[in-house]
């Protein structure tokens, strides 16, 4: 089975900061990475995915992430935050198997004028 | 681009009563998932249907049964509804379950249950 950490549940930041969104992972096969983005009364929308090649993964509104085996992570970051980011962010791990997705808690993501 | 549609947006309900709700999947879009996100928390899948068969089953209750028709849509079906089934629930489509493909969320449906 797999499993998703997101270590922290808020970040405030302030606007054109740079910003970093964990996410760890465990699993026993080859996995699929997803970040989502929610924002209030939405539903999810795909930031990125990561599914092989390269380790470094760019997606919609300037995020990107990493993957990083070693260390079964794969962080979100964005260089400059805008007020309009502010959301609920969820990784997202698929295992090899099966079709399922498993989210983490979420990391609400806060940014301040 | 045609996306994901979830009926109704929203719906109240009272203790002990059903409830029925209806996910549109993307065209050509043959894999349907439902999952539940309460309040603050991460969306637990419950069930998702390939080619209307019931491909795979996460935390879903018993009282609860879904389907997937023909034409590809989905119901989810919910009955003795309790306090604790109110949350949001979410519907998702994806081509077959192939390596990777990510899944399209719908708007949601917000339950509640007074």
């Known amino acids: 089975a797999q499993s998703v950490t997101q270590l922290d549940s808020q970040v405030p930041v302030f606007e054109e900061a740079p910003v970093e969104l964990r996410c760890n992972y465990s699993?026993?096969?080859?996995?699929?990475l997803f970040w989502y983005v929610q924002y209030p009364n939405q539903g999810l929308q795909l930031l990125l995915k990561y599914l092989s090649g390269s380790t470094l993964v760019k997606g919609i509104n300037g995020f990107e992430a990493e993957f990083n085996k070693s260390q079964t992570s794969f962080h979100l970051r964005k260089p400059s935050v805008h007020i309009s980011d502010t959301a609920e962010y969820f990784c997202?791990?698929?295992?090899?198997?099966?079709?399922?997705?498993?989210f983490g808690t979420g990391t609400s993501l806060t940014v301040i004028p | 681009a045609a996306g994901v549609i979830q009926s109704p947006r929203h719906l109240i309900k009272e203790k002990r009563e059903t409830a029925t709700l209806k996910c549109y999947p993307i065209?050509?879009?043959?894999?349907v998932y439902w999952y539940q996100q309460g309040p603050g928390q991460d969306p637990q899948f419950l069930i998702s249907f390939y080619e209307k068969m019931q491909s795979d089953k996460g935390s879903i209750p018993d009282r609860f049964s879904a389907q997937q028709f023909s034409d590809y849509h989905s119901e989810l079906n919910m009955s003795s509804l309790e306090l604790g089934d109110s949350a949001l629930y979410f519907c998702?489509?994806?081509?077959?379950?192939?390596?990777?493909?990510?899944?399209?969320f719908g708007p949601g449906t917000r339950l509640t249950v007074t």
């Open positions: 997202a791990v698929r295992g090899n198997t099966g079709n399922q997705f498993y």
């Open positions: 998702a489509s994806s081509l077959e379950p192939g390596q990777g493909y990510e899944q399209y």
């Open positions: 699993s026993s096969v080859s996995v699929y």
């Open positions: 065209p050509r879009h043959d894999t």
